[in-house]
């Protein structure tokens, strides 16, 4: 089975602060990707990565930045928290089997982060 | 642009009555699609897909979906529910022509179920 982990379920942070999300897949998947999940809105992606040290912004990369230094992590970076920035972050890996067209994302449990 | 409309924001249904999720897309090319569904406080697990072939595809937990290309939909059905499939159920349309496999994913559907 697939695992993505998330480091942590539940964050607190002050506005301003700098917030690190980690996640880890175990699949040796070159493809990684984060969400943010809000009410209403569904799921939209922030920013993916295609392979180590390499990256691109999704639909709403303002204010995050991301860092894939080895294949298995992918981290996302709040440089200056804001409450607006209050909402569940999910990680997804990607399996993608080219002679199958097997092409599907696996989620981690999310992390639901608070700024106050 | 790439989209997905699921309707419905809320659905009551009672146990083991049958049910239907909608979710219509819009999209350029051969859509790969899928159905997700995400219980409280969980990540999102895999339902079903739809890459290509067959229409009626089935999934884990009792549940199918059929691709309707006329109709630009792929609506998610299960014969009788149980309380167990309370949680949230999203659509999600990929494909070349999202970008790199991009996912854009409807704004969910809640399924309640009542006794």
């Known amino acids: 089975d697939v695992k993505v982990t998330q480091s942590s379920r539940y964050l607190v942070k002050r506005t301003g602060e700098k917030v690190f999300l980690e996640c880890v897949q175990d699949m040796d998947h070159e493809n990684m990707f984060w969400y943010r999940q809000d009410p209403g809105l569904g799921l939209r992606l922030i920013y993916f990565s295609y392979d180590v040290k390499m990256k691109e912004k999704g639909d709403i990369p303002e204010g995050y930045s991301v860092s894939r230094e080895k294949k298995e992590r992918f981290s996302l970076i709040l440089e200056s928290a804001s409450t607006n920035q209050t909402s569940m972050y999910l990680c997804?890996?990607?399996?993608?089997?080219?002679?199958?067209?097997?092409?599907?994302?696996?989620f981690g449990a999310g992390t639901r982060l608070s700024v106050l | 642009a790439q989209s997905v409309t699921q309707p419905d924001i809320h659905i009551t249904v009672s146990e083991g009555a049958s049910l239907e999720l909608r979710c219509n897309y819009s999209?350029?090319?051969?859509?790969?699609l899928f159905w997700y569904v995400q219980s409280p406080g969980q990540g999102l697990q895999l339902l079903l897909k739809?890459?290509?072939?067959?229409?009626l595809v089935q999934g884990i937990k009792g549940f199918e979906a059929e691709f309707k290309r006329s109709q630009s939909s792929f609506n998610l059905r299960k014969p009788s529910v149980h309380w167990s499939d309370a949680a949230e159920y999203f659509c999600a349309v990929g494909g070349s022509n999202t970008g790199f496999q991009k996912l854009v994913f409807g704004t969910g559907t809640r399924l309640l179920v009542s006794p």
């Open positions: 999209y350029g090319a051969t859509p790969y």
């Open positions: 997804a890996s990607r399996k993608y089997l080219r002679t199958s067209g097997n092409d599907i994302q696996y």
């Open positions: 739809y890459f290509s072939g067959d229409t």
